[in-house]
């Protein structure tokens, strides 16, 4: 069994940051890719930042230069340090990790958090 659960998020004005933590625990042998999603009201679900094992990162044009993504290894944890945060940035997000549990396989799943609310008043 593997768990996923995201801190951090919060109402903010704008112009102000956020540090989003996503903790992963369980039955794992290793974290592959590790990324932030969010979805805002009535809309899709989107990619907002993404690391590999190897500290690539990616980014949305829309938070890049604004948001930074990291990651622990020896914690298993995922960060997302968003600055200089805009209204539009209001969203539930999402952390997501693909997770080899066993060494017996090398096949890896997808896991999902429950999501935190970012609120970010204008």
Known sequence: ??????????????????????????????????????????KQRELVAHITSGDSTNYADSVKGRFTISRDNAKNTVYLQMNSLKPEDTAVYYCNAAIQISSRTPAQYSYWGQGTQVTVSS
């Not at 996923?4 to 369980?26: D, F, K, N």
């Not at 592959?32 to 009535?42: F, K, L, S, T």
Request: charged share 5%.
């Open 1 to 42: 069994q593997v768990q996923l659960v995201e801190s951090g998020g919060g109402l903010v004005q704008a112009g102000g940051s956020l540090r989003l933590s996503c903790a992963a625990s369980g039955s794992i042998f290793s974290i592959n890719a590790m990324g932030w999603y969010r979805q805002a009201p009535g």
